[in-house]
């Protein structure tokens, strides 16, 4: 069983919090980089963040500071706590998996995708 799923999204108010979810197959969780992307309306994906095997956590610059990302490997899960949300950050948020541990952050690496989850910002 291969998969991605993702939970979480919502509609918040500017300045609000939400956290997301995203559990992963045991295939997929282990030995991979997992990463959570972003695809605004009419824009391409853009990468948001990153978790090695190790633990070891990158974030874009536009979430660095208001993004935090986590994972519980007892669950085989990863999460994206984001916290001082703007309208900017609308969009459907995807939980992924790299090919390998070392996270690119390249699209063209990232091997296996989630539904995605949708969070809207209002201002």
């Known amino acids: 069983d291969v998969q991605l799923v993702e939970s979480g999204g919502g509609l918040v108010q500017a300045g609000g919090s939400l956290r997301l979810s995203c559990a992963a197959s045991e295939f997929i969780y282990s030995g991979r980089c997992i990463s959570w992307w972003r695809q605004a309306p009419g824009k391409e994906y853009e990468w948001v963040s990153s978790i090695s095997t190790a633990g070891i956590r990158n974030y874009a610059d536009s979430v660095r500071g208001r993004f935090t990302m986590s994972k519980d490997n007892a669950k085989n899960s990863v999460y994206l706590q984001m916290d001082s949300l703007t309208p900017e950050d609308t969009a459907v948020y995807y939980c992924?998996?790299?090919?390998?541990?070392?996270?690119?952050?390249?699209?063209?690496?990232?091997?296996?995708w989630g539904q995605g989850t949708q969070v809207t910002v209002s201002s």
């Open positions: 992924a998996a790299e090919k390998y541990d070392g996270c690119s952050g390249s699209f063209i690496l990232t091997e296996y």
